[in-house]
């Protein structure tokens, strides 16, 4: 809505004011990429399914561009966020953002530590700190490979995992 009037204001006198309620704001994790939403949704989608379904925050995409003008403001006024991950840091004041390649690198764990302790216990950060290093690492090469079940092979790759980190 805020982006719709400050494109009337350019061409019409207009005087308006904009009220938000005063409610609890969802929390949000920001995904988003310098190359347009594609990239960003591709994000969303492996973060997304990396948070537990009962962990109530929400992951949204955005385009760099987006987050970088007047718009950014209403997305800031309209939602709780936690943090932004992406490829380039769009430098939203006072909001952390860790760098899609240390997700992938698993480096990740400390920042998302910060980001996520103030909604939720540690256990959970570090089951979603577990999902989130096996989504970005080895399920993009396996599910290239049409031929195996991807989530099945996951959890056994996974439990390998478990075991040789306790011996």
Known sequence: ?????LRLKKYNQTEYQMIYPKIDKQKVILTCCLTGTGTAEQIRGLIDDSIPSDIDITVVSY???QLNNQSADALLDGYDILGVIGTVNPKLSGIEFIPLEEVVSGEAERKMEKILSPVISHER????NDHLVRNFSVRQLIGS??????????NHIED???????T
Do not use: N, P, S
């Open 125 to 128: 950060i570090q089951e979603i």
């Open 145 to 154: 490979l049409t031929i195996l079940d991807t989530d099945k092979i996951m």
């Open 1 to 5: 809505l805020e982006d719709i009037l």
């Open 160 to 166: 390998c995992l478990k075991q040789y980190e306790v």
């Open 63 to 65: 385009d760099y561009d």
